[in-house]
């Protein structure tokens, strides 16, 4: 993941990634204080895109929302690419099911970041067995939870649960019911956009 401020990001891909959690619904988001492309002549009117840039937009959208790098989206196509399934969708599917991604969607994280720490650090259980690898594939009735319960937990602001995913609230366990569909991404991504990307 890209080091540096990580608002810059949304700015210049002109769509909120939620990249800092409860801050980026603020007053204090930089993108709701400037909601144009960082730098010099950020303000001034867009110049109309290529299909490349088009293109490369979309892709970056996906790489800096899920937190992965290039090599990683890369051999996330490659992957989709030799499924009967559109490419596009079962590559969204893939970066859905990763478990930072999940523990995010969940509410057990502000942002994939800090879901992404969790794992790491080893206090995320899948089935009840510890699993610290962050793009670790959850399948359909896996149930996830944290080793410690969280004090005070409450829902983020900026969260709706996806209903591929169940969340007992006094608990705090997930269940994936089902594989996540493409309408259940809760922002835009034009995936076909990527598979001509990747497919030039």
């Known amino acids: 993941m890209r080091a540096g401020p990580r608002e810059k ?7 909120n990634l ?3 959690g409860e801050r980026s619904v603020g007053p204090k988001s930089a993108f709701t204080r400037r909601p144009y492309p960082p730098g010099q002549h950020g303000p001034k009117r867009r110049s109309k895109p290529s299909e490349y840039g088009l293109q490369l937009t979309e892709k970056q959208k996906a790489r800096f929302s899920y937190g992965v790098s290039e090599r990683q989206l890369r051999r996330y196509f490659a992957q ?7 490419t596009g969708e079962k590559l969204l599917e893939l970066l859905e099911r990763r478990l930072d991604n999940v523990i995010y969607r969940l509410g057990l994280a502000t942002s994939r970041r800090q879901a992404r720490q969790l794992v790491s650090h080893g206090h995320v259980l899948v089935n009840t067995k510890k699993v610290d690898i962050p793009s670790f594939q959850v399948a359909v009735n896996d149930t ?4 410690k319960t969280l004090p005070n937990w409450q829902p983020p602001q900026h969260l709706t649960i996806p209903l591929w995913l169940k969340l007992d609230g006094k608990s705090l366990t997930g269940t994936v019911e089902r594989l996540p569909a493409r ?3 809760g922002y835009e991504i034009d995936e076909k956009m990527i598979v001509e990307f990747y497919s030039r």
Request: glycine content about 8%; hydrophobic content about 40%; cysteine-free.
């Open 9 to 15: 990001i949304s700015r210049r891909l002109g769509v």
């Open 18 to 20: 939620f990249l800092k």
């Open 80 to 86: 989709a690419s030799k499924s009967k399934e559109k």
């Open 144 to 147: 996830l939870g944290l080793k």
């Open 183 to 185: 309408d259940d991404l």
